[in-house]
């Protein structure tokens, strides 16, 4: 059963020096309790997906085809008013940089309470749902009256996660939760972020860049370049079974600890997006590249169940 | 307990604000002026419409700052003079200050075509010498202190659109806006909860210069017999009387309007410093 399905999703930055695709064709589908990664390098559209999911793409920002469709109803076709009751409760954001994803001047109660009360809860109840999921994030029910400068990065995120998760969404999507903070408080969040998902049932978007990382903890990965799905699977099959070579120069561009050679790296830079390579759009940094790579943009195949690849070549490479 | 601590905090900042030289200085000539305005029919010794003495009396025991050349008391007509002074400012300034603040709100958070158009008459009224303005727009209303404040009012407000527009643009681009926006916060709760905090601080430096300026631009007005009708007493009417008697010798009617506006503008400009100072670190 599908909680939010994503259909054929494009979304262009109609910028002073040209248009940025920085979404190109992108579809998926979440189920209840799953948790997707997307991954991909910066530029590649992974957070203005992430943004577009809850139609709130920044100016020169649009979303121009395409739809998200969340228990049925097509989430961009909905007035603001409508889909400002669904951001927050029924779909939650966590942002990258805790250090700025609080308002400075407002006690941590305040911003907290400001957000229950908008989303309809009662006045008297407020109080205790805010002790209840800052504990639930493992704070100390103090906090609540602190000002976020005085707070670690790790705390701001879990009052972020806290906020996120405070009435129960349907899904959550993490954007970078974890890239502003060391390696000690990312396993804290991340092990927290694998908790919520237990307890609340709640199906999670993982935004990230670090392949490892959704290796390690998500149920299903979809590799983004440059705006478009390169490889989207289930993490079983994509980990035994990388078909597109972009995946596997991701993973060959991980360290390993029983390696004695330097991880190998992609040699070139992501594309410039105002002005996309023709055909399919990593050729230029694809080993693997013939002419027909060159000139025409590889279809998303379906290599076996649910395992879809955006690659010329896969039926010849193994 | 957490009152007492509030409070207790609240007095500490201000200490903080009061052990700032400028604003104390700044704020002791401006309350000056105030209670002078409000307790004018105690302080002043005469009427200030009445002619108490012989005309032109130098300054005396009798007439502090000498008389004019209608016989009147100069110090009575000075302190009486703030009242309208301080009126014509208040309104004016408020009026700029709203009407400035809010259309930079508004326009800086929304953006595009409404901005546009409002960014280019803000611009226009900016780019015209701000004393021609007030001036023309005097005249056209007709003379009279509440038309006056208006012409005030309506230079000014750019100054405040400008400053709210381009902070509201830095900070709409903060990550605790777009925090709120997904947390389904509404746009106008947004705006008035967690922009328009944060401009409050600079908007308080430009009020308080901004005051400075709008009494220079009400003294050129009333020079030029734009609000009061006489014999009200008003700090630059008197001024414009005063300059036929100064190279006579007679320089009491003169210099005491004018110092009275300088001293209330120095004072605002004292405030707006020592604002600026406490908000800026780098300044401290």
């Known amino acids: 059963m599908e909680i939010l399905l994503v259909n054929d999703l494009w979304v262009k930055y109609f910028t002073l020096s040209g248009v940025v695709s920085a979404v190109s064709g992108v579809s998926f589908k979440l189920r209840r309790g799953e948790m997707l990664a997307i991954v991909g390098e910066s530029g590649s559209g992974k957070s203005t997906l992430g943004l577009a999911l809850l139609n709130m793409v920044p100016k020169p920002g649009r979303i121009i085809r395409g739809e998200v469709v969340f228990n ?23 942002f990258q940089d805790p250090f700025t994803t609080l308002d400075p001047l407002r006690r941590i109660v305040d911003q907290f309470e400001e957000f229950l009360i908008e989303h309809g809860v009662e006045k008297v109840k407020v109080r205790t749902i805010v002790r209840e999921y800052l504990e639930a994030v493992g704070l100390s029910e103090r906090i609540m009256y602190s000002y976020p400068h ?35 408080v990312q396993k804290q969040i991340m092990d927290l972020i694998d908790s ?8 999670i978007i ?14 299903t990965i979809m590799v983004m370049y440059g705006g478009y799905v390169m490889e989207y699977a289930e993490k079983s099959e994509l980990f035994s079974n990388m078909r597109h070579p972009y995946t596997r120069a991701l993973f060959e561009a991980l360290p390993r600890v029983l390696q004695r050679d330097l991880p190998r790296s992609l040699p070139g830079y992501p594309p410039d997006l105002r002005n996309p390579p023709p055909g399919c759009i990593f050729h ?35 | 307990m957490s009152r007492t601590r509030r409070s207790l905090r609240l007095l500490l900042r201000l200490i903080v604000v009061f052990k700032n030289i400028y604003i104390l200085s700044g704020l002791i000539i401006v309350l000056l002026f105030v209670f002078m305005a409000i307790l004018a029919d105690i302080i002043s010794p005469y009427s200030p419409v009445e002619a108490v003495g012989l005309p032109l009396q130098p300054p005396s025991r009798l007439y502090l700052m000498g008389t004019d050349n209608l016989g009147r008391d100069v110090f009575s007509r000075i302190i009486y003079g703030s009242r309208i002074m301080l009126m014509i400012v208040a309104i004016a300034v408020a009026m700029s200050g709203a009407i400035g603040t ?33 001036i023309a727009l005097s005249v056209a209303l007709g003379p009279s202190p509440i038309n ?12 405040y659109f400008r400053m709210v527009r381009g902070q509201v643009l830095s900070i709409k681009s903060e990550t605790y806006i777009e925090m709120a926006k997904a947390l389904g916060i509404p746009s106008t709760r947004i705006v008035l909860k967690h922009i328009l905090p944060h401009v409050t601080r600079t908007l308080m430096v430009v009020f308080s210069m901004n005051s400075a300026d709008a009494i220079l631009t009400e003294a050129a007005l009333s020079f030029m017999g734009l609000t009061v009708q006489p014999p009200t007493p008003d700090w630059g009417f008197d001024l414009y009387k005063g300059r036929g008697f100064v190279l006579a010798g007679m320089w009491w009617i003169m210099l005491f309007p004018g110092l009275s506006i300088t001293l209330l503008a120095v004072g605002f400009a004292l405030i707006s410093e020592g604002v600026s100072t406490l908000i800026s670190p780098q300044k401290r």
């Open chain 2, 102 to 134: 809010v259309l930079g709100l508004i326009s800086g958070y929304l953006g595009g075509l409404l901005d546009r158009i409002l960014s280019f008459i803000m611009d226009s009224i900016y780019a015209f010498p701000s004393l021609v303005l007030a």
């Open chain 1, 72 to 94: 049925g109803v097509d989430i961009l076709k909905l007035d603001p008013r409508e889909i400002r009751k669904i951001r927050g409760s029924r779909i939650s954001v966590v």
């Open chain 1, 150 to 184: 005085q707070l670690s990065g790790g705390q701001k995120q879990r009052v972020s996660i806290a906020m996120a998760i405070a009435l129960n969404p349907e899904v959550i999507i993490a954007d970078e939760p974890t890239t502003a903070l060391d390696v000690v």
């Open chain 2, 148 to 159: 006056a404040a208006i012409a005030i009012a309506v230079v000014y407000v750019p100054t």
């Open chain 1, 284 to 318: 230029p940094r694809c080993e693997f590249a013939v002419e027909k790579c060159k000139r025409e943009l590889p279809p998303l195949i379906e290599v076996s169940r649910n395992h879809f690849v955006s690659c010329h070549r896969v039926g010849e490479l193994l």
């Open chain 1, 206 to 219: 993982l935004i990230t860049h670090d392949l490892a990382l959704a290796l390690e903890r998500a149920d």
């Open chain 1, 196 to 203: 919520i998902k237990e307890k609340y049932k709640s199906s």
